[in-house]
């Protein structure tokens, strides 16, 4: 019983070991594009998870007490705390942490190349026209794949804004 509030290592270095692990994560996760933290796939789930256990024991090392537990959750919350409140001060942390929306298709014309760069397949786009009332992308105004990943559209109005006859078709 009294194992469970002995730290094997000093507080400190449960800290310096979570705020490392953060870091590190939180850079592979940008580097990794917007769709790894838009809409969850059951593979990204099983990932999240491994990814999970992956790192325990990186951040904990060998302690199995109750203490070292709080102190790495106090630290990984605290550490999360500190970078939304940074993104919502400075335009530009929150830039370096969530990106900048990415626009894929504008009056009518999907850009293929940004819809490959940012992991994009045909099928997502259309779902996402499809839930925004649009037939085609020859009725899309404006569409981007926003910093969280979800795909916004803005579909031309009726009889109003609409796209060039040039305009290409997704399959």
Known sequence: MSDLFELSMPWW????????????????????????VGQYTPFDMILVVLVGNAVQNSMIGDDHSLLGGVVLVTTLIGLNWIVGVASARSRSVERLVA????????????????LRRHHISDNELQEAMHEAGCTGVHEVRQAVLETDGRISIVKCQPGGDQPPPHANKIA
């Open 13 to 36: 270095e449960f800290v310096l070991r979570a705020a490392v692990v953060y870091l590190v994560l939180l850079v592979l996760v940008r580097l990794s594009g917007k769709r790894t």
């Open 99 to 114: 990106g900048e929306a990415v626009l894929l298709a504008r009056d009518g014309e999907a850009y293929e190349r940004v």
